[in-house]
């Protein structure tokens, strides 16, 4: 306004409540700086002795009247008190601007700042001359003067001017564990071997690199990738920090491994929730809104805060044990929410590592320079009092913070906070080191606006140089005036640019420290608004990594223990940082854990447009990335190195066997760490070694950048343990080697990164036995030898050498070996050597064995007793069998045609005889075959051709029964015999007559054929033996067989007997032959000698007559087969049959009933035969007893009688049925018959 940049719109509204911040002016500032600077100067009295907040307000703070007095006033003036704090320098406030502009004497107005629309007073407040020297300044009566996120290519919004609400709301945990596996120890390597270790076990878990992560076709690091070796070696640090709870508190982490962030904006829970799991994170995250109980729309640098401080301070389990983090989110971005929310921190004392990445450049003219110099440092000493690490990104703007001026960024200027800058990291895709310089800014129009300003850096114009910075190492050191003189600047004019040496000056310079920042180059992928992103970045990112950092490094000195102070006193929490890190840039460390950058400069699109100075990297300090970046590992061990009182070294001490003498037993070789203390001081305690045979990784002072493959990078191999043990062969638990002559290296380490390395041998162990073979050599046939056979035997040991070797022949004594042996021609038979070997170390070979045999040539010759022969004749064969050199030969010799073997006998005299008499006929090939043994060795006869001609045979036919009938089986058998004995195979014809009947094979001579179906009559049988290979055929005499006809039987059956007249009887006969078939033929049926009927006989041989016409009394019935072709005749026995007469009954019926007087009725009478026949003879009608009349039964068996002469009345009739020969008589129902 003072400016003229603000046009006035109109008046504020009176009725909008404003929250403001009255900030009680510090009353012992100078005495506070100088506290803090006692208080990190290793060797003063108050040496990293910090105080509680009673001791700070005793020592520092407003007085409680003061406060008071504050207090009363501002309730006096309508004021609501909202909160006040225990170091008594901030009282908050509200009420509506009506009543703040009454109350201070001011008119709040809307002004037109470039295109936004913001509130202020008009003039200076007017505060009570009685509080004049009370309070400092009225902080909220413009939003004008904001701070602004670091990192992001888009304006940071101003959010509400007031929000309702508690001045400290907290919001809902957010509680995750994480996933061991997915930690990056356990990742494998991209391109260095894979070493999977976890943090407390042996390995270099830490030399590592991790694909750059591909997220839709874009190439950006990763957790992973920070956190190795080839980044700043996170990794490593974590092996052995502890991380994050070392004290096992129930609750998560203690304070000093906590992590405090003051932002302003929130996030998605579900954001931060998918950011941990997929690196395998834990999360313990509880926010807080500032000053209103709804924190403003998610912001970016939230989440990318809390992901990267978490994701440096992680214990990938339980989330009680990783950093847990306090986010203070600001409801707005005004500097009065500002002061409260660093105060709030201070207050809850939750977090011992606080990290921003808000601020506003500073501005000597402006209303905030004096709470920044005021209050609000006072604020920041009492946090630094308390043992609290500040850490503030510096800005991304390059050498113009303000985007006009050559200028830097508050808070990170005020010597409280580390100032967190920016390198430009490059890494290949497989995650190994490619180069890294600061963060050079780009120079297109906006790159500024947009996130790409570079790192910025340079001179502050508000705080003076503190005394860590005008240390001195030395007037003939690199530093003689400190890191602030001179220091280096360049401009940049019409294409010319100047190199400026700026001395003489004491302000405060800044970066401290620097990391990768750059997200145009390789950026970092978080997790916000539902997506991945890689763009946010810049210092705001190294701000967060940096707290991760400290957590570890606060849980390590927990881990370490009590030896600080006079020697028992807590070694955590680090508290102000930069003392540390300039005292090993300047005085160095038992390791330089810097990485220097020495190009790239802080120029950009402003500093090009207005011709400012800018600054540019070069050797050692630089203020665009201060010392650089650095080996977290290294970082702790030289923050350890100055803060532990110690002042000793580790030492090893060895034990083992004689050196330069071979062992055949595993050796082992055992040291043990120890660390020494200094003074009345306790050591630091030894950390742990890396050990190996022959060789261990170098471990170098300094390393210009990221990479592996040195200890400078892993630190120990085996963390924790105060000794340790090199074998062989891995026992008792010792890392085991390869067997010879080694030595022993070992380098051990102490928690303040100091070293020793000794070594022991060399220490020679054989264990292994001597190998020995053992070559033949001679003439041979196949596998045998046959003459003289000479052995030499070779013996290694590529160990200890050979010191003997010894042999034994067929179990003589051993003897020793000096040159190859011969074996005569002469020693026929098997053989077998024995031989082993002793190397230098006493190791024997195993016996080995080389077994051989001698054998002599044999020939052998084949002769017959019977050349030409004839089949089933007896034929001799002799083999002779002869050696060469000479011998008498014995054994097997087999007797083979072709590839049949016809037998064998063994030698006699070198003879063997084999008599044979059923050779095939033809021409064989016969061949004697000498089997050979140890001795000689096989041979075969030329082939002897052996002609064997057919032998002659004889055939005779015999019957099993003759004569037979008709149907019987009969067996006839044929027998050959050859004309030089022995069997006969093949088949047989069985011939009647010229017809062949059947064959059959022969067995044992003879074949055999069983017929049944002869023929009735005389039959001339034959056998025809065909012959075979071997045999000639021949034919047998003629056998007449007689077949008669067969015998058969007849028997007779009656359906029904007795029977009835009329009903019909069936009379069944069934003919059985006592051979042979079923029988055929017809069947006469007979009722004394007359014939009644005949009948067929069927397939089963039965007849039947069905006859109902037989009279009445008794019949002699028989049947007669008349026999067939075959089957000869029969009759039957007689079959006494009676015939009864058949019942009847009679029925009568009227044609008119009742009927008129005189009127002619016909009765009919029908007679009905219980056989089915129609009976015959005379009905008799009746009335009462009297005869009406009477009627001849019809062929229907039915009478009628018409009459009309029945008296009136009711007439009594009936019919009477007389009978006949056949039927019985029987009489009808009486009928009523009316007459009217």
């Excluded at 909202?82 to 107005?109: Q, S």
């Excluded at 005004?334 to 808000?358: H, Q, R």
């Excluded at 019809?1194 to 002469?1205: K, P």
Aim: with cysteine; proline share 5%; charged share 10%.
């Amino acid at each position: 306004m003072r400016e003229g940049r603000a046009a006035l719109l109109n008046h504020y509204n009176p009725n909008q409540k404003l929250r403001l911040v009255l900030n009680i002016r510090p009353p012992h500032l100078a005495d506070e700086d100088a506290f803090i600077k006692e208080l990190t100067t290793k060797g003063s009295p108050g040496f990293h002795k910090f105080l509680s907040q009673d001791e700070w307000n005793t020592r520092f703070a407003p007085s409680a009247e003061d406060e008071q007095s504050v207090v009363d006033w501002a309730e006096s003036a309508g004021l609501a008190v909202t909160k006040r704090f225990p170091n008594r320098l901030l009282v908050d406030v509200e009420a509506t601007a009506g009543t703040i502009e009454h109350a201070f004497g001011v008119t709040m107005n809307n002004y037109q700042v470039g295109d936004e629309v913001d509130f202020a007073n008009d003039r200076d407040p007017v505060i009570p001359s009685r509080l004049s020297g009370i309070l400092g300044a009225v902080v909220g009566l413009n939003n004008i003067e904001r701070v602004q996120r670091m990192g992001t290519s888009m304006p940071t919004i101003k959010g509400p001017d007031y929000v309702a609400g508690p001045a400290l709301t907290p919001l809902d945990k957010l509680q995750l564990s994480g996933t061991p596996s997915k930690a990056p120890w356990n990742k494998p390597a991209a391109s260095i071997a894979k070493q999977k270790k976890t943090r407390t076990s042996t390995g270099f878990g830490a030399n590592d690199s991790y694909s750059l992560d591909d997220k839709n076709g874009t190439y950006a690091m990763d957790p992973a990738n920070v956190q190795s070796s080839q980044g700043y070696d996170y990794n490593a640090l974590q092996r052995f920090s502890g991380c994050c709870n070392v004290p096992g508190n129930p609750g998560g982490s203690p304070p000093e491994s906590s992590i405090a962030l003051v932002g302003y904006g929130n996030y998605n829970a579900s954001d931060i929730v998918t950011f941990f799991q997929a690196y395998g994170m834990a999360a313990n995250v509880t926010p807080y809104c500032i000053d209103g109980s709804t924190c403003p729309a998610v912001d970016g640098e939230a989440p990318l805060d809390v992901e990267y401080s978490g994701a440096m301070s992680n214990s990938y389990g339980s989330y009680l044990d990783t950093a847990a983090i306090y986010e203070y989110e600001m409801t707005n971005n005004y500097w009065s929410t500002f002061e409260d929310a660093y105060n709030d921190v201070l207050s809850d004392g939750k977090a011992k590592v606080v990290s921003t990445s808000y601020g506003g450049s500073e501005d000597p003219n402006s209303t905030s320079a004096n709470i920044e110099t005021g209050t609000m440092h006072s604020i920041l000493n009492n946090m630094i009092a308390s043992g609290i690490t500040l850490i503030a990104a510096s800005g991304d703007k390059g050498a113009s913070a303000d985007g006009s001026t050559t200028s830097v960024q508050y808070p990170s200027a005020d010597p409280n906070f580390l100032a967190a800058g920016g390198t430009q990291l490059n890494l290949y895709t497989d995650g190994t080191f490619l180069s890294e310089s600061a963060w050079q800014g780009y120079t297109y129009s906006g790159a500024s606006k947009q996130n790409y300003g570079g790192s910025t850096g340079g001179r502050s114009v508000l705080f003076a140089a503190p005394y860590w910075q005008t240390m001195n190492n030395g007037s003939s050191g690199t530093y003689p005036n400190g890191v602030q003189s001179p220091y280096y600047s360049w401009q940049t004019v019409n294409g010319t640019t100047t190199e400026y040496v700026n001395t003489n000056y004491n302000s405060r310079l800044l970066p401290d420290l620097a990391l990768t920042a750059n997200p145009g180059v390789l950026g970092q992928w978080y997790y916000s608004g539902g997506a991945w992103l890689n763009y946010g970045g810049g210092t705001s990112i190294v701000a967060p990594e940096l707290a991760g950092f400290f957590a570890q490094e606060n849980s390590y000195l927990d881990r370490i223990g009590n030896v600080c102070g006079s020697g028992s006193s807590p070694c955590s929490p680090v508290g102000l940082a930069s003392p540390f890190i300039y005292d090993a840039g300047l005085y160095g460390a038992p390791h330089d854990p810097f990485y220097d950058m020495t190009s790239g400069c802080n120029s950009n699109d402003v500093t090009v447009a207005n011709n400012l100075f800018y600054y540019c990297a070069y050797t050692g300090y630089d203020p665009i990335t201060g010392w650089g970046s650095a080996n977290m590992m290294q970082l702790a061990w030289a923050i350890n190195w100055q803060l532990i009182p110690a002042a000793g070294n580790p030492s090893l001490t060895f034990s083992g066997p004689s050196t330069n003498v071979w062992y055949n037993t595993d050796q082992i070789v055992g040291w043990t760490l120890s660390d020494a203390g200094s003074g009345n001081y306790p050591a630091p305690g030894a950390l742990g070694f890396t050990q190996g045979w022959d060789s261990i990784p170098a471990d170098s002072y300094s390393q210009p950048h990221g990479g592996g493959g040195d200890s400078f990078y892993t630190g120990p191999e085996f963390i924790n343990p105060t000794g340790g043990c090199l074998s062989f062969n891995g026992a008792s638990g010792c890392a085991g080697g390869n067997q010879g002559c080694h030595t022993a290296y070992v380098r051990g380490w102490d928690n303040q990164g100091r070293t020793t390395y000794a070594s022991y041998g060399p220490v020679c162990v054989d264990t292994v036995a001597p190998t020995s073979s053992a070559s033949l050599s001679g003439a041979t046939n196949g596998s045998v030898y046959t003459g003289a056979v000479t052995i030499t035997i070779t013996s290694s040991d590529s160990t200890s050498g050979i010191a003997h070797t010894y042999y034994s022949l067929d179990g003589s004594s051993y003897t020793g070996y000096s040159s190859p042996l011969t074996i005569g021609a002469t020693a026929r038979g098997p053989h077998t050597l024995y031989y082993y070997s002793i190397d230098n170390a006493g190791n024997y070979s195993s016996v080995k064995s080389a077994s051989f045999t001698i054998s002599s040539i044999t020939t052998t010759t084949l002769t017959s007793s019977l050349n030409p022969s004839i089949y089933g004749e007896a034929v001799t064969f002799k083999a002779a069998v002869t050696a060469n050199p000479s011998g008498a030969p014995t054994g097997a010799v087999n007797f083979v045609s072709g590839s049949t073997v016809l037998g064998s006998a063994n030698l006699t005299n070198g003879v063997a005889s084999f008599t044979v008499a059923n050779l095939a006929v033809g021409t064989g090939h016969i061949n004697a075959i000498f089997v050979g043994n140890t001795s000689y060795l096989a041979s075969s006869s030329s082939a002897v051709t052996e002609i064997i001609n057919k032998a002659n045979s004889t055939t005779a036919i015999t019957s099993s029964l003759n004569p037979s009938y008709y149907g019987q089986a009969i067996t006839f058998k044929a027998t050959v015999t050859p004309s030089h004995g022995g069997a006969a195979d093949g088949t047989v014809k069985f011939l009647y007559g010229t017809n062949v009947l059947g064959t059959a094979t022969l067995s044992g001579n003879v074949a055999s054929l069983t017929l049944s179906n002869l023929p009735v009559g005389p039959a001339h049988m034959s056998a025809n033996y065909v012959g075979n290979n071997n045999i000639g055929g021949s034919n047998s005499s003629a056998l007449a067989q007689v077949i008669n006809k067969a015998k058969t039987t007849l028997a007779l059956s009656s359906s029904k007997n007795p029977s009835t007249h009329g009903a019909s009887v069936t009379f069944t006969a069934k003919v059985v032959a006592a051979s042979g078939p079923i029988p055929t033929g017809a069947i006469t049926f007979k009722s004394g000698s007359t014939v009644i009927g005949t009948g067929t006989l069927n397939t089963a041989g039965v007849a039947a007559l069905a006859i109902s016409t037989l009279p009445v009394g008794n019949a002699s019935i028989t049947a007669d087969y008349g026999g067939s072709a075959n089957d000869a005749a029969s009759i039957s026995a007689v079959l006494a049959e009676t015939i009864a007469e058949a019942k009847t009954t009679t029925t009568i019926t009227s044609s008119l009933n009742p009927a008129p007087h005189g009127t002619a009725i016909t009765f009919t009478a029908k007679v009905v035969a219980a056989s089915g026949a129609i009976p015959t003879g005379t009905v008799t009608f009746k009335n009462g007893s009297t005869v009406i009349g009477a009627g001849a039964l019809n062929t229907a068996g039915v009478a009628a009688l018409a009459t009309s002469t029945l008296p009136v009345g009711t007439a009594s009739i009936t019919a009477d049925y007389g009978g006949s020969a056949n039927d019985v008589a029987s009489a009808s129902a009486v009928l009523s018959e009316v007459s009217k």
